[in-house]
């Protein structure tokens, strides 16, 4: 079993930055990959981005890339997406996830169907 727990969002100004963390307890990354989601008011869970532990490929939404930098840390098996530029439109819940780094198609890693253990959510406002 695998638990999650996501820390860092808050209310930021458009153009702010916050950094959000998800760290495991139970089992550690390695061999896993994690993925960060979104989830916005009377919308459906989105992808965001998402960093495979064992090789280190990242992959992100067209909507974040550029702005957004998912990173790993290995001693503290935690993972961290990096928020720069922030937008109203950023604003949601967002879920750290974890699924089988196995898969040879890197659009797998975009789908929520791959993933496993879900954390409970971080809530990140934008607005002024």
């Known amino acids: 079993q695998v638990q999650l727990v996501e820390s860092g969002g808050g209310l930021v100004q458009p153009g702010g930055s916050l950094r959000l963390s998800c760290v495991a307890s139970?089992?550690?990354?390695?061999?896993?990959?994690v993925g960060w989601f979104r989830q916005a008011p009377g919308a459906e869970r989105e992808f965001v981005a998402a960093?495979?532990?064992?090789?280190?490929?990242?992959y992100y939404a067209a909507s974040v890339k550029g702005r957004f930098t998912i990173s790993k840390d290995n001693v503290e098996n935690t993972v961290y997406l990096q928020m720069n530029s922030l937008k109203p439109e950023d604003t949601a819940v967002y879920y750290c996830?974890?699924?089988?780094?196995?898969?040879?198609?890197?659009?797998?890693?975009?789908?929520?169907?791959?993933?496993?253990?879900w954390g409970q959510g971080t809530q990140v406002t934008v607005s002024s």
């Open positions: 996830a974890v699924g089988r780094d196995f898969y040879s198609d890197s659009a797998a890693y975009t789908s929520t169907s791959i993933y496993d253990y």
């Open positions: 139970g089992r550690a990354f390695s061999s896993y990959a």
């Open positions: 960093i495979r532990w064992s090789w280190g490929n990242t």
